[in-house]
């Protein structure tokens, strides 16, 4: 939440075009579960990040992290909610 605070302040003052920077994706997506991983009802779950490849681009790391910490929190509270109901 902070780092989406973070970046709402960044956007407000900076007038300019959104520059991404080389990032390196499987670093991002591994802060994304250790995030989750502190979340409430997640703790419990096990995650695995894999690569067969380098998965490297141009994004803007602190917004990928946080587009990803949400899939990972959504698909868990899913998951969570699914197996309640079953």
Known sequence: M????DSLR??????????PEPTDLEQIIRRAIESGEGATGVSHRQSLCTRTAKLEGMF???????????LILNACE??????RAG
């Open 10 to 19: 960044e956007l407000a003052h900076q007038r300019s075009a959104i520059s």
């Open 78 to 83: 899913s998951y969570s909610w699914t197996a």
């Open 2 to 5: 902070t780092d989406l605070i």
């Open 60 to 70: 803007r790391s602190a917004q990928t992290r946080a587009a990803f910490f949400n």
